[in-house]
């Protein structure tokens, strides 16, 4: 595998092959994320799109890929489990990444972080005594606590009633502006609202689907996110 440097206002790319345990996960794929810029990933369950994730974030242990995979630097991610600490308040779950580099705790931002994902009075619970969306927010607050030019997201909001998911989409898109963004979701309107580049990933490759032009987030009903929608479960559902 090789790194290509590169600055955060070059394009990242990953183009190749990746295998588990030499059974191939997928073949020729290349993709391109569009820098400052949010990419969603969508395609059927097994089909690879967190491990391409993985790749990207440097933690794909055990999987073999042969091609060329453009350098992020550090980035900040946020993984389909919550991955929190079960010994740790939430509150401490969401300064995990400042803990873990040893370095200074900012209380503050954690707090406001909390708050801004509905959870404040949730701070001094242990992550046991929370419902799995709550959880799923504590890490989403955990991984807007990272000031990085490069995020990636797998299937943050899945667990999350459609109001929560509409605010923490919003909430996201905000505080992640001028960064970029890969997003793996299963929900097309998801895709359409947050989309500027949209992406299905299949055994025989990637497929794009226009992307409204429009800024993100867009409203759910706006005829542009109607549309990509219905563009989005046609395509999901042809055999490819
Ligand atoms: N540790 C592992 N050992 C063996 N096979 C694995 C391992 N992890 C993943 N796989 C296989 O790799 C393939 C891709 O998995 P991956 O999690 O990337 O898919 P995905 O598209 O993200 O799926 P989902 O939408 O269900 O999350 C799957 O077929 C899966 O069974």
Same mark, same amino acid.
Request: net charge positive.
């Given at each position: 595998m090789g790194y290509g440097a590169r600055s955060v206002n070059q394009p990242l790319r990953m183009t190749g092959s990746a295998a588990i345990n030499g059974t191939p996960i997928f073949s020729q794929l290349d993709l391109v994320l569009t820098p400052h810029s949010w990419t969603c990933l969508l395609g059927a369950s097994g089909v690879g799109k967190s491990t391409v994730l993985r790749l990207f974030a440097g933690l794909a242990e055990g999987v073999t890929f042969d091609g060329t995979l453009s350098d992020p630097g550090r980035v900040a991610m946020m993984a389909q489990?919550?991955?929190?600490? +079960?010994?740790?308040? &939430?509150?401490?779950?969401?300064?995990?990444?400042?803990?873990?580099?040893?370095?200074?705790?900012?209380?503050?931002?954690?707090?406001?972080?909390?708050?801004?994902? /509905?959870?404040?009075?949730?701070?001094?619970?242990?992550?046991?005594?929370?419902? /799995? /969306?709550?959880?799923?927010?504590?890490?989403?607050?955990?991984?807007?606590?990272?000031?990085?030019?490069? &995020?990636?997201?797998?299937? +943050?909001?899945?667990?999350?009633?459609?109001?929560?998911?509409?605010?923490?989409?919003?909430?996201?898109?905000?505080?992640?502006?001028?960064?970029? &963004?890969?997003? &793996?979701?299963?929900?097309?309107n998801e895709a359409a609202r947050l989309g500027q580049t949209i992406v299905i990933m299949t055994p025989s490759g990637l497929v794009e689907v226009a992307a409204p032009r429009t800024p993100i987030p867009r409203d759910i009903n706006a005829p542009d996110v109607l549309r990509t929608q219905k563009d989005l479960f046609e395509r999901l559902r042809r055999p490819t």
């Open positions: 489990q919550d991955l929190l600490m +079960p010994w740790l308040s &939430v509150l401490d779950n969401v300064m995990l990444g400042a803990r873990l580099r040893g370095e200074r705790r900012d209380r503050g931002l954690a707090r406001d972080r909390l708050a801004q994902v /509905g959870l404040a009075e949730h701070a001094d619970k242990l992550p046991r005594a929370l419902s /799995g /969306g709550q959880r799923q927010r504590v890490a989403l607050a955990r991984t807007l606590m990272e000031d990085r030019a490069v &995020v990636l997201l797998d299937e +943050p909001f899945s667990a999350l009633d459609a109001l929560t998911r509409a605010q923490m989409q919003d909430l996201t898109t905000k505080l992640l502006t001028g960064r970029t &963004v890969l997003l &793996v979701t299963h929900d097309p």
